[in-house]
């Protein structure tokens, strides 16, 4: 293949058509002259590896117009350096002693042995992306949950990049630079997939996917896929189908060229009518009725609300941060065997159990779906009708995993949706959960004096005493007062 350029550059066609493979190259040598007797310059490098060359050259042309030097680079498997490339020292062309295929063919073998070593089965190989605009904001912290939420997806994280720039670019969101060395990264150690700690827009994902040639999905994805997973009820199921498909929708934007534009069809599609049209109205009409789905379901959850209150037991629902241990608090508690991971998101659907204090009354409590920070809105809306039962509750006990770096962070962003609910003003117990991992008996208590919380560790039924005598304290001084709790127990106290 020859390119003709001009004193600015040369443009280089689509490659697309070319070999590709995490451990190949393209089969393509790139070699050209500059004008001026100059290096490799950092263009010819960024092609180098955007385009998984074999090789690439500079040729110098002499003033007589014959080829002076050749300097020369090409890709290296990953290495305590961390480079991405070696530039050899230039050398006229006919001293190059090198039998190329064979040299390709043993870098390729070894790119090939280095993933090996891995030992990854994992079909999802990522590397995890952030930008973040302040170096204090906890970024590391953020894509360390990231972490955790692609590896809850069965993903192995191959490595994570953090860019600190004033803003995101528009429309790689790191830098063009930043990406083309993230790229290179992939091609050395064997990653085929980007996740962002962001929301992406469609045109982010089709340019960077575009780009690097790499799967790219958001953080909004993740979880979404996570929920997908986790849900076993019917009502689950409708719940996070309508999240995906919600988020879905905005996101069919462009047609597919390889489909042409259909000649009608059945069910009075009108003629001309595009397969993305058809998939945008099919996306609409699954939504209406899984939306109609769930109002049923919400109907039906009300007539059990509603049997719960003429039976005259108070109600108390568990909230919390994602793996903060309120489906542990909730089996311990009454006894339950309600799934029980350490993973996020293990538990989506809601489960009630009868509580039976030491003075024989007995409550309703719940756990609830597990919060997250930046909770995806497709996914709030979806669960709108499940959290929106927190508003029957008559006393909240919030769980918090103390023994998390972040707890703090994790309170605020737990508050935030209560107050995004309309129920932050409910009657309230912090559960400093975890309490067994936490040494410092002098700053747990401390702790506890700040936040107003009970110390405790979910796994031990002894550590919940003084959890139940102040749900014991704090439910005759709820709205549920007047409904017979403080009545039943003076009962039992006579």
Known sequence: MIILGDHKGILIPDLDAFRAASTRFKGLRLIHTHLADEELSPED????????????????????????KLFWAHLIPENPQGDYWLIHEPQEPHRLDLNFLSFIAALEDEFARQQ?????????????VRVEKNPLAGAQASIDELQQLAETCGVAVFDTQIQYRPQPDPKYLVGRGRLAAIDLRATQIGANLLIFDHELTPAQVRSIGNFTGLKIIDRTQVILDIFARRAHSREGKIQVELA???????RLMHKDTSLSRLAGGIGGLGPGETKLEIDRRRIRERIHRLEKDLKSITKSRGQRRGRRERSGLPVISIVGYTNAGKSTLLNTLTKSAVLVEDKLFATLDTKSARLRFPHDTEAIITDTVGFIRNLPQELFSAFRATLDELQEADLLVHVIDISNDQFEEQITAVENILEELDISGKPTIRVLNKADRFHDQEALQFLCKRFDAVAASALDRTSLFGLLEKIEAILPNTNFAGRGFCARKEEDED
Do not use: C, F
């Not at 060359?53 to 002076?68: C, F, K, N, R, T």
């Open 45 to 68: 490098l960024t092609d180098l590896s955007h385009l998984r060359l074999d090789m690439i050259g500079a040729l110098q042309v002499l003033e007589d117009g014959s080829p002076g």
């Open 116 to 128: 090996k070593t891995r030992k990854i089965d994992a079909a999802e190989k990522a590397i995890l």
């Open 244 to 250: 995906q498909l919600k988020y879905l929708l905005p």
